[in-house]
């Protein structure tokens, strides 16, 4: 049976995050003409509607990562924003932005780039296309071929514990994943006793949230706090630990150096001084063996010996980059290598003999273990929009023609 025909495009993005953004931002930089016929689809049909979601459900009000990180290819891009529009800073030691002037810069980039909004549409299948190559997306909507397909959608699972699995029995009480809590809509938890699981960032903004809603709360992690300014150490931005890893010819070895470095959660110091003074119990280095539903919520029980009665217990326990996930791109997996769920990419992101990039935490294998965070969204676009299109938006964008106007 013949197929429906499909509109060819030059590039399609799946994603509209902050990594599908510096794609179409890179794209533009190096090519306007291609960046105009390239399509991004995002079910949300908006820029930065996970982004900015997180951040409004987990009450965030400042970025972990300095103003130099961020979808826009100059550098300085989003400090001299703020400096020009008078914006409030953190005052932390990094200049780390805040929420608000972050959301304001990032629209300000689809706005001054003249960004259509995405395709507001779930891609159902994507397979090698036969006739003139490249790959063919299908949606509810018309089939669409694009010559590359750039991976932006973040696709993970989630990390939840043994013991909620083995939990039985009726939900008395809520028992949320990080993932759905949104804080933004309980202004008001008095006389809620609330655990939080996890040791990372989320938990702690989980946790000082609840308490600033009057709740009690405790915060139960598995190894003792770790307190680091950021996610991953510096060194992994740079040729101090990156060369190494990027010489490693091994895709097996650069998954567990990417994963050891990575770590489990850290909490910067900041954010771990909020939590002190009693408005948060700590229980660190305490692996929860099992729970129980009470008439009013959940008993946990520690294997430090202790027990904690909970109305609430919310799971911050993170989660996992997994291709996989994108369940529309399960007729080109066989084609393509992975390690733990993470597809082994070359230097240009491209995974399998498609032309498939991807982002995000899928590119760990080449960017190492900060390929998710905002660092990675400009060190992937510009590697893709390299390959695409045969310019290296790093150099021309220290071109003076590129430098934001003085302040
Ligand atoms: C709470 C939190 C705070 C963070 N803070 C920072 C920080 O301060 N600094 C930093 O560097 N990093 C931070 N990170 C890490 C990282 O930068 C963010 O997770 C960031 O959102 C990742 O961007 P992304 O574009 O890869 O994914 P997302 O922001 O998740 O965007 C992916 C997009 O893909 C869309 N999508 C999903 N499925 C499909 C599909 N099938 N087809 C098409 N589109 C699809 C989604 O709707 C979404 O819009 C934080 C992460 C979290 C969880």
Request: net charge neutral; aromatic share 4%; with cysteine.
């Amino acid at each position: 049976m013949a197929s429906t025909p499909a509109v060819r495009v030059p590039v399609c993005v799946l994603g509209a995050g902050p990594h599908g953004l510096a794609a179409i931002l890179h794209l533009k930089r190096a090519d306007p003409a291609l960046a105009a016929e390239t399509v991004v689809i995002d079910p949300s049909g908006r820029w930065m509607s996970a982004w900015d979601s997180q951040f409004a459900r987990l009450g965030i009000d400042v970025l972990r990562s300095p103003s130099v990180h961020h979808p826009a290819p100059e550098v300085d891009a989003l400090s001299c924003f703020v400096a020009q529009h008078g914006l409030a800073r953190s005052g932390l030691p990094y200049d780390q932005p805040m929420a608000a002037a972050f959301r304001a810069f990032t629209q300000h980039l689809v706005e001054t780039a003249e960004l259509a909004e995405p395709l507001a549409a779930r891609p159902n299948r994507v397979t090698a296309e036969v006739d003139g190559g490249g790959v063919r997306i299908e949606t509810d909507g018309s089939p669409m071929v694009a010559d590359r397909l750039v991976v932006a959608a973040n696709p993970h699972r989630r990390s939840i514990p043994p013991w909620v699995w083995r939990l039985c029995g009726p939900a008395v009480a809520e028992l949320a994943h990080a993932g759905d809590v949104d804080l933004g809509s309980r202004p008001d938890l008095t006389g809620q006793r609330i655990t939080v699981v996890g040791g990372g960032l989320t938990a702690a903004h989980l946790a000082v949230g609840a308490a600033d809603r009057g709740a009690s709360v405790d915060l139960v992690a598995r190894r003792p706090l770790q307190v680091r300014s950021f996610d991953t150490d510096p060194g992994w931005l740079g040729p101090k630990y990156l060369r190494g890893f990027q010489d490693c010819p091994d895709p097996r070895r650069r998954f567990e150096l990417a994963r050891a470095a990575r770590g489990g959660g850290t909490i910067p110091e900041w954010m771990r001084d909020q939590m002190d003074h009693g408005r948060v119990v700590i229980h660190e280095g305490a692996e929860i063996l099992g729970a129980a539903p009470t008439p009013d919520g959940y008993c946990l029980g520690l294997a430090t010996g202790e027990s904690i009665s909970a109305h609430r217990v919310w799971l911050a326990t993170g989660t996992t980059p997994d291709l996989g996930a994108l369940r529309c791109l399960e007729p080109l997996l066989p084609d393509v290598a992975a390690i733990g769920g993470l597809p082994v990419t070359d230097d240009d992101l491209r995974v399998g003999v498609h032309p498939v990039y991807v982002m995000g935490r899928l590119a760990t294998h080449t960017l190492g273990p900060a390929a998710g965070n905002l660092w990675g969204a400009r060190q992937a676009a510009q590697r893709i929009t390299r390959a695409v299109t045969g310019v290296d938006t790093d150099i021309m964008s220290n071109l003076p023609e590129y430098r934001p106007a003085p302040r």
